[in-house]
């Protein structure tokens, strides 16, 4: 995965250039991070309103039993949160993408971990400039 640390403004740039000229996408960067004050935070890879989606309270009732702990593989927290490991599995993922989450491996099993303290969502309603940003956990 390519990484660019970058302001929110350069990133703005950066995906106004491409959504006029696509090509342009091919060999940038799949994730930014944030330069300046807040070093430690990932501008998801994921749009405003994916976000908000992806944060529905099914969702964030997840993030909680992963925070616990209390599991000790993806078959456990599935029937901890009353779900299909498959669906569990493709939740995970879209999290992991959003910088969320992470996966590790352990042998054969795999366990997610919160990669994030904080997710924080700024809609601006006038112009441009709405940015998703995600605070990695310490």
Same mark, same amino acid.
């Given at each position: 995965?390519?990484?660019?640390?970058?302001?929110?403004?350069?990133?703005?740039?950066?995906?106004?250039?491409? +959504?006029?000229?696509?090509?342009?996408?091919?060999?940038?960067?799949?994730?930014?991070?944030?330069?300046?004050?807040?070093?430690?935070? +990932?501008?998801?890879?994921?749009?405003?309103?994916?976000?908000?989606?992806?944060?529905?309270?099914?969702?964030?009732?997840?993030?909680?039993?992963?925070?616990?702990?209390?599991?000790?593989?993806?078959?456990?927290?599935?029937?901890?949160?009353?779900?299909?490991?498959?669906?569990?599995?493709?939740?995970?993922?879209?999290? +992991?993408?959003?910088?969320?989450?992470?996966?590790?491996?352990?042998?054969?099993?795999?366990?997610?971990?919160?990669?994030?303290?904080?997710?924080?969502?700024?809609?601006?309603?006038?112009?441009?400039?709405?940015?998703?940003?995600?605070?990695? +956990?310490?």
């Amino acid at each position: 995965m390519t990484y660019r640390t970058g302001s929110i403004g350069e990133f703005m740039q950066w995906t106004m250039a491409v +959504a006029k000229d696509p090509a342009r996408a091919g060999d940038g960067p799949k994730r930014w991070r944030e330069s300046g004050a807040a070093s430690g935070s +990932a501008v998801a890879a994921v749009s405003p309103e994916a976000l908000v989606k992806l944060l529905s309270g099914d969702n964030l009732a997840l993030l909680k039993l992963i925070g616990a702990g209390g599991f000790s593989s993806l078959r456990e927290l599935a029937e901890q949160a009353k779900r299909k490991e498959s669906n569990l599995s493709v939740t995970l993922k879209k999290l +992991a993408e959003a910088g969320i989450v992470t996966i590790e491996r352990h042998g054969k099993t795999l366990r997610p971990r919160l990669a994030a303290s904080r997710v924080t969502l700024e809609l601006d309603l006038v112009g441009a400039g709405s940015a998703v940003s995600v605070v990695q +956990a310490a």
